[in-house]
């Protein structure tokens, strides 16, 4: 997907920033932005390229660096860590067999902190890609990560 | 009229003021620290958190509007509370090395710390050191020491409409920057300094290069000679305890013939010859049909923003070099054969109101030998300041001194250029009185002074009448730039200065300039104008003898070869 056609179907407006970085990003196979692709977001828009790179950089759920298909960000603020009763950070790392930061050989799996998912009432939470996933146990966890894999073989 | 108490004290309010400006009006301080008179409210540092009697939570006086029958505390113990702990906290995260720091006894957050009589902090120092940036020959950015009030990400937005800071990152590890985290010398600046200027702190100033003017004096081979733009002796006194406005021409030459200057002279000598050679540019750009409007090029700020944001308007710009760079010329081949002295021998110091003229004086353009830089070393007035302070110099009880031969002779024309519609105003008193070949009636062009952003005027010449625009800051010159390049410009001639109210307030002045302040300066720059025995460039007889003697006649091939430069489109 080239950024040129997702641009054309939004308006030339600021509003739209947000939007289109989301539907470029999930588009796009590495599901992160490089600077030139940012600057023409900016120029479309009309907008400082600083704008664009800030609101990048602010929100977790945006990538700077190249990231896997299946994006799973664990949340650190206090709820989620206090109702953590297996060590969700070590687990993840070791189903995944990749720390923070990092993306499988694959090109599968990336692992990530992000801030607070709005999900505290079932913390602890993840999401992955765009869906959430609340009230966490190992057991659920090896669960969603099967599944990513099984539908990476069907 | 809502009528409300601060402090005990019962005052009426002008309505839809805030809490804070009501209380400068009557003369009672709340601390501030992220406000800034001249830009936006963005109440991020909530040091100016008051106690309103009867409410829950604090609010922050620079952002709440007072309301009739307020009763307002602004020191009460949870007030003062809550202003030491946030105060601690930032300095915490900071580099609070104050004794080493170039804001020192200079600096926002050490005052306020010092008022609220902080002698010991309750947090550990968590800053994680950053690399500091002095990627530029401009400005170098600390971010240790920056405490993320967002002034420069808002001046050089909404004022200046560069837009190269940003807050990157977020919570903590947030820092201000350019996009990416890059370096200044790798984004698009234009070296205005304005960020500098309204920065509280020492996260942002001019790139220091004092030690590079001691070595130069200290160096006995050398003939180190200075040039003193016409803003500087409006504003150095600030920086020495003397009253904002003060004019300081005498002191300022004394001062820096005790520095061990052999020469000291005045830039408004080439701001003169500017004037001649740009009225030439445009008398003959309007009677052989030429590139029209005619736009003003001793700005660099603006010559770098025209470079890259508009390359289209390049034919428009002025070809002379700003009167800086025109003395650098002239002091390394003219008066270099006048005092029979080699070129290599003489040192050239600029003190300028600015932090761009750092970076203009190294266009590979400004070398009349293509080696060396025609001016050597450029010192904003706060680094002229300090000198004087390093030296020991009890400034306000100097004598006063005369600038050298040529330049002891400058007109009013040539100081002007320090104030937004000076350059303006001076070109319109030679242009006009050369066309119409009669002596001028009214020197006072008011039509084009004052402080807006953007000022027009009708000016009649001949019988002819010619729009002509006046405009401080990027943002303004962006509007103005739009409209000469999409064809719908009405001007003959436009006045381009970066910095708000022009050099007056420019980037290098005194830190914490305002609109004000500047506004103040200018009132002191048009006495100058007044006091002068010559008013008009071309009266300066110094300068017709420089014609005479060296240069021939304007725009002559030796004056253009030395006296103008081209420009690059760098988009
Ligand atoms: S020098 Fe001027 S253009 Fe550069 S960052 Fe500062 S305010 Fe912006
Ligand atoms: S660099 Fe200075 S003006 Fe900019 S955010 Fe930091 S402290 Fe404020
Ligand atoms: S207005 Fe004056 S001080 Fe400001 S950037 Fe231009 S030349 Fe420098
Ligand atoms: S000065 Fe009011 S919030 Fe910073």
């Given at each position: 997907m080239i950024l040129a056609e997702v641009l054309k179907r939004f308006p030339k407006k600021k509003e739209y920033l947000i939007e289109i970085l989301l539907e470029y990003q999930k588009q796009k196979e590495t599901h992160h932005f490089e600077e030139h692709e940012l600057k023409e977001i900016a120029n479309y828009l009309n907008i400082p390229e600083s704008r664009v790179c800030s609101v990048v950089g602010f929100y977790t759920f945006f990538s700077t660096e190249p990231r896997g298909k299946y994006i799973f960000q664990i949340c650190r603020d206090l709820p989620c860590q206090l109702n953590d009763n297996f060590d969700l950070l070590s687990s993840i790392q070791m189903i995944l067999g990749i720390k923070v930061g990092e993306t499988t050989q694959d090109g599968l799996f990336t692992l990530e902190y992000t801030s607070c998912l709005g999900h505290c009432d079932k913390s602890p939470a993840i999401r992955v890609n765009d869906k959430i996933h609340g009230s966490l146990s190992l057991n659920k966890l090896k669960a969603i990560v099967a599944e990513c894999k099984e539908k990476e073989n069907a | 009229m809502p009528k409300i108490k601060i402090n005990n004290l019962e005052i009426f309010a002008d309505p839809g003021s805030t809490i804070l400006e009501a209380a400068k009006e009557h003369n009672i301080n709340i601390p501030t620290l992220c406000y800034y008179p001249d830009l936006h409210i963005n109440s991020d540092c909530r040091i100016c958190s008051v106690e309103i009697v009867g409410q829950k939570g604090l609010v922050t006086a620079c952002s709440t509007p007072v309301k009739d029958g307020m009763d307002i505390k602004v020191n009460s113990p949870r007030a003062l509370n809550a202003r030491r702990t946030i105060t601690e906290m930032i300095l915490a995260n900071h580099d609070a090395h104050c004794t080493t720091c170039i804001r020192n006894l200079n600096c926002e957050l050490q005052t306020l710390a010092d008022n609220l009589g902080i002698?010991?902090?309750?947090y550990e120092n968590i800053l994680e050191p950053k690399a500091i940036d002095t990627?530029?020959?401009?400005l170098v950015r600390n971010p240790n020491r920056?405490?993320?009030?967002?002034r420069c990400i808002d001046v050089c937005q909404s004022v200046q409409s560069v837009s190269v800071l940003e807050i990157i990152g977020r919570g903590r590890e947030s820092v201000v920057s350019p996009a990416y985290g890059k370096l200044i010398a790798d984004v698009f600046c234009t070296y205005c300094g304005q960020c500098s200027s309204v920065c509280p702190v020492g996260a942002i100033t001019e790139k220091d290069d004092t030690d590079e003017v001691w070595k130069a004096l200290d160096a006995h081979s050398k003939h180190v000679i200075v040039q003193v733009a016409p803003a500087i002796r409006v504003s150095l006194g600030e920086d020495l305890g003397?009253?904002?406005?003060?004019?300081v021409t005498g002191k300022l030459i004394s001062a820096l013939k005790m520095l061990g200057f052999s020469k000291v002279f005045d830039t408004n000598f080439t701001a003169d010859l500017t004037v001649i050679e740009e009225g030439h540019e445009l008398i003959n750009r309007i009677s052989n049909k030429g590139v029209l409007p005619l736009i003003t090029s001793c700005c660099p700020a603006w010559i770098n923003f025209a470079e890259h944001e508009y390359p289209e308007l390049i034919d428009n710009l002025s070809t002379c070099k700003s009167p800086q760079q025109m003395f650098g010329a002239l002091a390394k081949t003219y008066y270099a054969k006048r005092e029979n002295i080699d070129p290599k021998d003489i040192y050239v110091v600029s003190i300028m109101p600015c932090t761009a003229k750092k970076t203009e004086a190294r266009r590979p353009e400004m070398s009349v030998n293509n080696e060396d830089p025609d001016v050597d070393t450029v010192l904003t007035t706060r680094e002229l300041a300090k000198m004087i302070k390093q030296m020991g110099i009890d400034f306000n009880n100097l004598r006063e001194s005369n600038f050298d031969k040529p330049d002891e002779v400058t007109s009013g024309a040539g100081a002007i250029f320090g104030a937004s519609g000076g350059v303006m105003e001076a070109a319109l008193r030679t242009v006009k009185e050369v066309l119409e070949n009669k002596p001028l009636k009214i020197l006072d062009f008011e039509q084009v002074r004052g402080t807006e952003h953007i000022r027009h005027a009708d000016v009649e010449i001949n019988g002819a009448t010619y729009k002509v625009a006046i405009v401080n800051t990027l943002g303004s010159a962006r509007e103005i730039a739009e409209q000469v390049k999409t064809g719908n410009s009405p001007y003959s001639f436009i006045e381009i200065m970066a910095c708000p109210g022009g050099c007056v307030g420019g980037g290098g002045q005194p830190y914490g300039t305002t609109h004000a302040k500047a506004r103040e300066r200018m009132h002191s720059l048009y006495q100058v104008d007044r006091l002068?025995?010559?008013?008009?460039?071309?009266?300066?007889p110094a300068v017709s003898n420089l014609y005479t003697s060296f240069l021939g006649n304007p725009s002559s091939s030796i004056a253009h070869e030395l006296l103008h430069t081209h420009y690059t489109n760098k988009r």
């Open positions: - | 002698d010991a902090t309750r990627s530029s020959y401009s920056c405490i993320k009030c967002g003397l009253p904002l406005g003060s004019i002068s025995k010559i008013r008009k460039a071309h009266d300066n």
